[in-house]
């Protein structure tokens, strides 16, 4: 079946770092979305991406469609305390109802 | 979006017993869906609620273990039957308006098994 492969699991970085992460699968998307999850909390979506290079941009947070459409990556700039949190990418193969969830990056930001 | 209300939020709940968890939607979708999520883990899709027919499920979930319902296009349940402490999860109601669109989540719904 699909699978989704998302690094790193973990990251510890100082507020105002930048931080990328990225996810890649073992067969071909058309629909690429990045969650942030809090504690006691249901994912939150960020980022949905439909088309091959596309790069979409939600305040502080971008995120890319990669152009073999078995890869995409969500970067956060300028890192602040509220980013904390588990983010998720997940996708979907064409014509499938249901979404691939890839592990999640913890995000842990020092002050 | 979708606004999306879950209930119980949170529950403990015996071994041995049933608990049903409610899925309400502000708007008509042509999706829903139940998830596990499983301390620290990712989520585990449990099955597609389809409107008026019995639920589709994953591998490794059964329709005796978690039966679905879903009367209509804005409400879902889904039972976790005779639980034991294995089944303490986040379970979470996600859902889609048509194909190939953004997936919405519920608050979620913590459960305890003692």
């Known amino acids: 079946g699909q699978q989704l492969n998302q690094s790193p699991q973990s990251m510890f970085i100082q507020e105002g770092e930048d931080v990328s992460m990225n996810c890649t699968s073992s067969?071909?998307?058309?629909?690429w979305l990045w969650y942030k999850q809090d504690p006691g909390e249901g994912p939150v979506l960020l980022i949905a991406l439909y088309k091959a290079g596309e790069l979409t941009s939600n305040g502080r947070l971008t995120a890319q469609f990669g152009t073999t459409r078995k890869d995409s990556f969500l970067n956060i700039s300028a890192s602040i305390p509220s980013d904390v949190g588990i983010y998720f990418c997940a996708g979907q193969d064409k014509g499938a109802q249901k979404l691939v969830f890839g592990q999640g990056t913890r995000l842990t930001i020092n002050p | 979006s979708a606004v999306i209300s879950q209930k119980p939020s949170r529950d403990i709940c015996q071994r041995g017993t049933s608990l049903t968890i409610q899925c309400q939607v502000d708007s008509q979708v042509t999706m829903m869906f139940w998830y596990r999520q499983q301390p620290g883990q990712s989520l585990t899709l449990i099955a597609t609620a389809n409107q008026g027919s019995e639920a589709t499920y994953e591998s490794g979930f059964v329709i005796d273990k978690f039966p679905i319902s879903r009367p209509n296009l804005t409400f879902s349940t889904l039972t976790v039957s005779n639980m034991s402490p294995e089944d303490s999860s986040i379970y979470l109601c996600?859902?889609?308006?048509?194909?190939?669109?953004?997936?919405?989540f519920g608050q979620g719904t913590r459960l305890t098994v003692v």
């Open positions: 067969s071909i998307f058309n629909t």
């Open positions: 996600s859902v889609r308006r048509i194909l190939n669109t953004e997936a919405f």
